[in-house]
């Protein structure tokens, strides 16, 4: 009877990480597995390159813009009530977007999935925390559950590719059903609620001019492509951006409780790591779009061998994940975060002279580095960051991370749709985004090697 007794909690803990690691899991599988279907959604719908991008924008603007509200109201209502309504709303606008009848509505059924998205990671990590007590086991299963996303995040392309194959694409959304109700009914049955405390308000204020800055800065950039830069909507979308950014930052300024502690930003290597994140994302995530479309519609592959093209790069950022953590030992994080951005940068330049229909070899290498690097320095730009935190604060810096690199991707898909469905053709276009990466990942990386110190990163000083 005793070794029930003890047996229960460990398979209770077990299934409560499977839970968690199965909303993690969906979430980051359905930042990357859409790309794959953009082709096949634009013979359903018809669609010009710039609506194509609010099927996957209208995702990540929703992620980005809600998860660090998300904790807050998990950490106020406990993190178990949240993290199942989270996954119920994720999952039925899962059916919505695979029962879309027109764009619009799949646009807006993406932008519930993303709010749904948002609502299960921080809280998805809270009920991580609060089933292990013992921070040997909590570690081992925040790696878990971290790695099972990644593996998810890389697998999106290929598995994206064979379920458009076999089923179509409105098969790739259909898929979360049964993941979500599996998740959901663990989570019911073996997850433990967390305490409630009332000193964690929600910042609506800072919320609302959060979602309209995003949404703003996002439009503008899509619009940007087909209508000109000097559209004068596209310009009082990129005006408005700005105005609503300051007065993000004077209510944030002046919030007891708010969303995004501006303190944080105080300490450099929080900064800089956080920078990083949201440009790393702004690079990997643009790439994405742009090379899946180039793939389907300059190189005219099909949905699965878009998704066998990427499997390649996919597959080495989780390989380069797997040994991060050695690399970071031998020669610390920011020597390891700069290296990573210099390979990424190097294979964007390498791919400067792709042409229209290119065999797939000409590009494989390239595509192997490009991934390798962004597994090699995304585990130590996390851990750098949530280092330069007290631990006390490690959850928020957490979600301002989440957030970051999330907005990240919004600004890529935005910024590289809009050079490619410019009036210089796609060609050109995706030179410029290719060509914008190697900079922007360079200026990445010159700031981490410049606002990191080796008392902060080196192996010798730890």
């Known amino acids: 009877m005793r070794v029930e007794q003890q047996g229960q909690p460990r398979l209770a803990k077990a299934l409560t990480l499977g839970a968690m690691s199965l909303g993690y899991g969906v979430v980051q599988l359905d930042v990357t597995i ?22 996957v924008s209208a995702y990540t603007i929703a992620f980005a813009a809600l998860i660090l509200t998300a904790g807050a109201l998990g950490d106020r209502i406990g993190a178990k009530r949240v993290f199942l309504a989270g996954f119920a709303i994720f999952t039925v606008a899962s059916l919505g977007c695979a029962l879309a009848p027109n764009l619009g509505s799949l646009v807006a059924a993406r932008c519930v999935q993303g709010a749904g998205a948002a609502v299960l990671v921080p809280n998805s990590l809270a009920l991580l ?11 081992r299963s925040v790696a878990i559950w971290a790695a099972g996303a990644s593996l998810a995040l890389t697998a999106g392309p290929l598995v994206g590719g064979m379920l458009i194959a076999v089923s179509g694409w409105r098969s790739i959304f259909l898929v979360n059903i049964p993941l979500g ?10 997850a433990s609620e967390t305490s409630r405390t009332s000193a964690r308000s929600v910042d609506l204020r800072g919320q609302v001019i959060a979602i309209l800055a995003l ?4 439009a503008a950039l899509i619009e940007g492509g087909a209508r ?11 005006a408005l951006f700005l105005v609503l950014a300051v007065a993000f930052v004077v209510v944030e300024r002046r919030s007891p409780s708010p969303m995004l502690p501006l303190s944080l930003f105080e300490k450099r290597a929080f900064s800089v790591t956080s920078i990083a994140g949201l440009l790393v994302n702004t690079t990997f995530y643009g790439l994405i779009f742009v090379f899946s479309l180039y793939f389907q519609r300059a190189n005219h592959l099909s949905a699965l061998q878009t998704g066998l093209a990427f499997a390649p790069m996919t597959g080495a950022v989780f390989a380069a994940n797997l040994i991060a953590a050695r690399v970071t030992g031998l020669i610390g994080a920011r020597l390891t ?9 190097a294979g964007c330049i390498s791919l400067l002279g792709v042409t229209q229909g290119a065999a797939y070899s000409t590009l494989c290498v390239q595509l192997i580095a490009m991934g390798a690097g962004l597994g090699l320095l995304v585990p130590p730009l996390t851990s750098a960051l949530l280092g330069s935190v007290d631990k006390a604060r490690s959850g928020i810096a957490s979600g301002v991370l989440n957030a970051m690199r999330q907005t ?19 060609m050109v276009g995706m030179k410029v985004a290719l060509a914008t990466s190697a900079i922007i990942l360079l200026v990445g990386g010159l700031a981490v090697l410049a606002g990191l110190t080796p008392s902060s990163s080196e192996p010798s000083a730890r």
């Not at 794959?36 to 991008?53: K, M, W």
């Not at 000109?228 to 990129?238: L, S």
């Not at 975060?337 to 940068?345: D, L």
């Open 34 to 55: 859409v790309n794959v279907a953009l082709n096949s959604i634009s013979d359903s719908y018809g669609g010009a390159v710039d609506t194509l991008q609010w099927v």
């Open 129 to 139: 925390n609060h089933a292990y007590s013992d921070e040997a086991e909590r570690r």
């Open 181 to 190: 109700l599996a998740g959901l009914g663990l989570a019911w049955r073996y």
């Open 215 to 218: 949404g703003a800065l996002a």
């Open 228 to 238: 000109g830069w000097t559209d004068p909507w596209v310009m009082g979308g990129f």
């Open 337 to 345: 975060i700069v290296i990573g951005t210099a390979v990424v940068s």
């Open 408 to 426: 990240g991707s919004v600004l890529g898909v935005a910024l590289f749709g809009s050079f490619i469905a410019g009036s210089s053709g796609f």
